[in-house]
């Protein structure tokens, strides 16, 4: 739960404070926006599960990512004569791209957390 709330709490505070996070577009497109607020995605997911240690948590972050998403791509469809479906596939590919960062990062904190417990047993049996 802690981990759930540390990311949804960084995810807020710097999309809020910083202006990075997902961007739903009326039209295609993949700039250095979108990669620079993939990247901060992946790395607020890594320090989650740092704390998780467990792999669920990766499934949490993609939900919580693609809840993000789909708010965004809401305000967006609201401006477009396609609807809410429409400016989804729009922005499927930025969709999977944000989604799909988070859940690698969540799950390379988790294997670097569970690697620091495995050692850390291995130094000190039965404590």
Known sequence: MA??????????????????????K???????????????????ALLGGL???HYGFAFAVA???L????????????????????AFLLNGWNIVVYVLGGMLGACVGVF????RRRA???VLPGA
């Open 67 to 86: 809840l993000v998403c789909c708010m965004a791509v809401y305000f967006v469809s609201r401006f477009m004569d396609d609807g809410f479906l429409g």
């Open 120 to 122: 850390r047993e291995r």
């Open 112 to 115: 670097i957390g569970s690697g």
């Open 51 to 53: 704390i998780s240690r």
């Open 3 to 24: 981990a759930v709330l540390v990311v949804m709490g960084l995810v807020t505070g710097i999309t809020h404070f910083f202006r990075i996070s997902f961007v739903a």
């Open 26 to 44: 009326a039209s295609f497109s993949f700039e250095a926006g979108d990669v620079m607020g993939a990247m901060v995605g992946v790395w607020i």
């Open 63 to 65: 939900a919580m990512y």
